[in-house]
């Protein structure tokens, strides 16, 4: 009897795990989506400024500046876009703590309760530990993925630049001795800044962007597209092929990646 008693009792912490993952998913989800429509529209504003900054300031000065300024609404929705970026990354970094040492303090309790001769208990306090050890080695691996990235694209360019030299060197030589520049067909390879650009446009076609997005609209067209083929939710048979498309889209569109493709424009 006692032990029914324990198994309904964690079939319910389960429960009630489940329901608190999905609510804290929901409200995370959401203060993201609010941070990064946030950082976009300071981003519109700042180049708008930059573009026009003189005539930016005469529109304040005049009547619009006059008109926005004595509305008493203006001053605290500018705020709140202003200041929301900072609090709502504070937020959902705590967010993400909480959810994770609570919901797998509580998956791991109610595994506990429907079988406690094979699941032993731990402490709250584990699970704290667990998460800095976890969230340290997902940081280690981003960074490592990015920066392996980043030497491919480097090592590619430079081969490019090494092998243009050595061909235009060998022209030279060849016509001074009355060969022209028969004695090369042409460069050895193909060429890395048209074989980025390809990447990068196909990336952005994947995630349903333009290529002139930033990285807060990248981001947010990346969640919207993960959470659509995620392959736990999506009915798509080729969800789990989509699924990884997306992720490695994301993956190349990073902030390096944006900078980069800005500059060969």
Known sequence: MMRMIKKLVGRLIYGFSKTLSHALDALIYAI?????????????????????????????????????????????????????????????????YIKYITTHYLFH??????????????????????????????????????????????????????????????????YQTGQGGRSHSGQVGGNPYEAFKQKYKESCQILGVSEQSDQYRIKLAYRKKAKEYHPDVSKDPQATQKFQKINEAYEFLNEDNIQRYQRMQ
Request: include cysteine; aromatic fraction near 14%.
């Open 32 to 96: 993201e989506t609010g941070v990064l429509l946030a950082k976009s529209f300071m981003k519109g504003c700042a180049l708008l400024i930059s573009m026009g900054g003189c005539l930016f300031l005469l529109l304040m000065i005049g009547p619009l500046g006059s008109l926005l300024f004595r509305n008493p609404v203006v001053f605290p929705i500018l705020f709140l876009i202003f200041i929301f970026p900072v609090l709502g990354a504070i937020s959902i970094a705590y967010l993400k």
């Open 109 to 174: 309790l109610a595994s506990h309760w429907m079988d406690s001769e094979k699941v032993a208990y731990r402490s709250f306090r584990k699970f704290k530990e667990d998460f800095r050890r976890a969230e340290a080695e997902r940081i280690r691996r981003e960074q490592e993925r990015r920066y392996e990235q980043q030497r491919q694209w480097e090592e590619r360019f430079q081969q490019w630049h090494q092998q243009n030299a050595g061909w235009q060197g060998s022209y030279q030589r060849s």
